[in-house]
């Protein structure tokens, strides 16, 4: 059996995880610019920029799977050498996460071509279908 599905991708240019800041709900982002709800279509979100805190693992951050799919979504965010920082578990439609733990603390500065990569998968079968990475910088702040 062949399963196929389109991405639509929308590069949101704000700033995400402002340590202080509060956060949106995942219905107040407009992650559907480039995907009408289709059927079979998949909303990648991408960002340019992600803001975190130094010195602390727990983060602030807003990253879900959008409403309209219909699929579960796994979240990676990675370095831009590649070191693993966060893996989420599989997220339902519409489901956002407002807080992560990554697996270090990093120190201030910009990290330019940091990674997020999206993993779906089907609702029934928990078969993956396909997946996404974005380039994004991350800035982490004092």
Request: hydrophobic share 35%.
């Amino acid at each position: 059996m062949f399963v196929a599905a389109a991405i639509g991708y929308n590069f949101n240019d704000a700033s995400l995880s402002l340590p202080g800041d509060s956060v949106k709900t995942f219905s107040d982002v407009d992650v559907s610019s480039n995907n009408s709800g289709a059927p079979g279509m998949i909303t990648i979100p991408g960002y340019k920029h992600i803001t975190m805190k130094a010195g602390q693992k727990v983060q602030k951050v807003e990253l879900g799977n959008p409403k309209q799919n219909n699929c579960y979504m796994s979240i990676a965010i990675k370095l831009p050498d590649g070191t693993q920082l966060y893996e989420s578990g599989l997220l339902e439609p519409g489901q956002v996460l407002t807080s992560i733990e990554i697996s270090r603390e990093l120190k201030s500065g910009i990290y330019e071509g940091a990674i997020l990569s999206y993993s779906c998968y089907d609702m029934e079968e928990i078969k993956e279908l396909n997946g996404a990475v974005t380039i994004f910088d991350l800035e982490v702040m004092p």
